[in-house]
């Protein structure tokens, strides 16, 4: 079975990588992957933090001109203020609030003060129903925005659709590149979001390596 790994963002702000089955995606082995991941998870939104400040995760239920209310697990409302806030998307970096829609997954690190109102310091959004995730492999199909990647691990073979659009970011080693120049037979490395639903990859980077392809 595939080597699969998830990355989620725990109320702490540390990362997990768990193997999935099959059907899920993101099969990374690459050790600097995985702390370039931990890093972003840990240390990026912790910048600045004090220890004192807590974790809240849950899903925003409603927006507002200041913030947003966040709905956690057991049901508990809090309502989010953040003007001072640093408000972020795996991968992609820097959000602003209207970026955040109704159902979007939230990890909030601020100070909770009365009637249940959170001073956000850190912001993490992640769209319902995703998870962000990386994966390697090699172009077998390409159609319209849409590539099909290869992978085999353990001598499985498994293949992932991988859904691009206009704000897919396309590098060459390392250069700025093109999806024309993510050919069929091109080895790749992609980093998105894993739609859950629909089993698919909306990447958000595609690193094409050369070194690889010869």
């Not at 109102?117 to 769209?127: C, D, G, L, R």
């Not at 080693?173 to 998105?192: H, M």
């Amino acid at each position: 079975m595939l080597k699969l790994t998830k990355y989620i963002a725990t109320g702490a702000m540390a990362l997990s990588i768990l193997p999935f089955m099959a059907s899920a995606h993101g099969f990374d082995e690459d050790k600097g992957e995985r702390t370039e991941m931990k890093a972003y998870f840990g240390e990026h939104l912790n910048q600045g933090l004090q220890y004192e400040h807590r974790a809240f995760t849950g899903l925003v239920t409603a927006l507002s001109t200041t913030g947003f209310t966040l709905k956690d697990a057991n049901g508990t409302v809090y309502t989010v203020v953040t003007a001072d806030a640093r408000l972020v998307r795996p991968f992609t970096g820097s959000i602003v609030l209207s970026d955040i829609k109704v159902n979007d997954k939230a990890v909030v690190k601020g100070e909770l003060k009365d009637n249940n109102t959170i001073e956000a310091k850190s912001v993490q959004i992640m769209p319902a129903n995703t998870h962000p995730a990386l994966t390697n492999g090699t172009i077998t199909a390409v159609n319209g925005n849409t590539l099909t990647l290869q992978n085999t691990h353990l001598g499985v073979v498994s293949n992932v659709n991988i859904k691009t659009d206009a704000n897919t970011q396309v590098t060459k080693d390392g250069q700025a590149a093109t999806l024309a120049d993510a050919t069929v037979g091109t080895r790749v490395r992609i980093k998105g979001l894993w739609d859950e639903t629909l089993n698919i990859l909306n990447a958000i980077r595609i690193n094409i390596r050369t070194a690889l392809n010869k």
